[in-house]
T-cell receptor, first 114, second 115 residues
Framework: DSGVTQTPKHLITATGQRVTLRCSPR?????VYWYQQSLDQGLQFLIQ???????AKGNILERFSAQQFPDLHSELNLSSLELGDSALYFC?????????????FGPGTRLTVL | AQSVAQPEDQVNVAEGNPLTVKCTYS??????LFWYVQYPNRGLQFLLK??????LVKGSYGFEAEFNKSQTSFHLKKPSALVSDSALYFC?????????????FGTGTRLQVTL
């Protein structure tokens, strides 16, 4: 158990809908990262937050947004969902914002868009 | 742009034999290199990392990796494989300086260890 929690575990929804994925980092970790894992794209970095502020942005679509709250939990919002958004979404956390810090991954949220 | 190549989709090895999972990388400047393992229906677990110093890095579960700067490689090794090592292994790289700071993963290598 990495100490990173993600809810829900599974999410099934329809095209055009909006969903929110939630992540609680390990106790004391200030950085939160979001990743998307799909068969065709592999593991793709979406966005990083450090202590409430956006730190780095990856291949995140404009339909997606995220935030980190004062208690350091984070939410990833996916809107106008398309079939191609079906994937496993991981949250990870690390102690600081440093590049040398290893990241600890949650169990993921499996999103199915029908 | 940084990238990671894991040339083998799958590696098959018999239990008790040594294993190697290959990884090469491309990055501007010096790299931070990581190996993660993913078991079915689980998140990624950190195995080991290279930051600086000794080229041979030891990690969890008896795994080690050797950093080779001239060959831009960071191959994962274990002297004696176990059936329980069967999983998906990811190599990842992050530049230690510069504006590009994201962690970039390879496509993964499935390790199958058989009796």
């Amino acid at each position: 158990d990495s100490g990173v929690t993600q809810t829900p575990k599974h999410l099934i929804t329809a095209t055009g809908q909006r969903v929110t994925l939630r992540c609680s980092p390990r106790s004391g970790d200030l950085s939160v990262y979001w990743y998307q894992q799909s068969l065709d794209q592999g593991l793709q970095f979406l966005i990083q937050y450090y202590n409430g502020e956006e730190r780095a942005k990856g291949n995140i679509l404009e339909r997606f947004s995220a935030q980190q709250f004062p208690d350091l939990h984070s939410e990833l919002n996916l809107s106008s969902l398309e079939l191609g958004d079906s994937a496993l979404y991981f949250c990870a956390s690390s102690a600081g914002g440093g590049r040398a810090n290893e990241q600890f991954f949650g169990p993921g949220t499996r999103l199915t868009v029908l | 742009a940084q990238s990671v190549a894991q040339p083998e989709d799958q590696v098959n090895v018999a239990e008790g034999n040594p294993l190697t999972v290959k990884c090469t990388y491309s990055v501007s400047g010096n790299p931070y290199l990581f190996w993660y393992v993913q078991y079915p229906n689980r998140g990624l677990q950190f195995l080991l990392k290279y930051i600086t110093g000794d080229n041979l890095v030891k990690g969890s579960y008896g795994f080690e990796a050797e950093f080779n700067k001239s060959q831009t490689s960071f191959h994962l090794k274990k002297p004696s494989a176990l059936v329980s090592d069967s999983a998906l292994y990811f190599c990842a790289v992050r530049p230690n300086t510069g504006t590009a700071s994201k962690l970039t993963f390879g496509t993964g290598t499935r390790l199958q260890v058989t009796l």
